[in-house]
């Protein structure tokens, strides 16, 4: 699904939230994002930003603020997630591991990834995610 925003030539922004080289475990606590310009599937540049503030609202207007379109991430809590969505950002949520692993498994169209999925998230099983009264992910369609 996501190789379909890189298949039309078009410039993207393109944003991972990161921790130690690593994705960070939780979007809400991250304070650094890299953020790349692509364009046709290859990379343009990489620069890494400050993440500012505890507020879902102020923290989703700074990704707006940089035009990030696709946000690779760790853990989100659902206000900051809506908040996101609110700006046109689309959530990659609940991936785990290296940075350029990651960033490989986006390249090639490879995410989501069972493999690649954060400890304890359903979609390791082959599930889908979604919200649980705010509480992480679900299995199934339609999360009940």
Known sequence: MLLLLMEGGYPIKL???VWDKRISPVLDASKRLLV???EG??????TEHEIRGDDPYR??????ELGIE???CGAVSRPL???MA???IRLVPFVAGGVEEVLAAFLSGRLPNPALA??????????GWGWRGGRGCRRGRGGR
């Open 86 to 88: 609110s700006q046109g």
């Open 70 to 72: 696709t946000l690779i």
């Open 59 to 64: 923290r989703a207007m700074q990704l707006a």
């Open 15 to 17: 944003a991972l939230a």
């Open 36 to 38: 790349l310009e692509m």
């Open 41 to 46: 599937g290859k990379i343009l540049s990489r």
């Open 81 to 83: 997630a809506e908040m």
């Open 118 to 127: 954060m400890p304890g998230c359903c979609r390791r099983g082959g599930g």
